[in-house]
């Protein structure tokens, strides 16, 4: 599915990295979500979207550091 878009393979690999390493075992899934699990993303157009889910609550240090990651993107 990804073939025709090693960017946007590539930003899911670093993203999978990014959050295994803030949020650690409390870290369940990455989801792919949206268009392009459904062929309609548009290059150019289209977001990225993506479902994560945790075990527990997030602690409030976890949470900024999730903050300072998302303002680099």
């Not at 393979?9 to 268009?35: A, H, P």
């Not at 977001?47 to 999730?66: G, T």
Request: net charge negative; no cysteine.
């Amino acid at each position: 599915m990804l073939d025709k878009y090693p960017q946007i393979e590539s930003f899911l690999q670093d993203l999978l990295k990014d959050l295994s390493s803030i949020l650690g075992d409390n870290l369940l899934g990455v989801y792919l979500t949206g268009s392009l699990t459904n062929n309609a993303y548009i290059e150019g157009l289209s977001d990225i979207d993506v479902i994560v889910v945790v075990q527990s609550e997030i602690p409030e240090s976890e949470s900024q550091q999730l903050g300072e990651w998302g303002q680099k993107l």
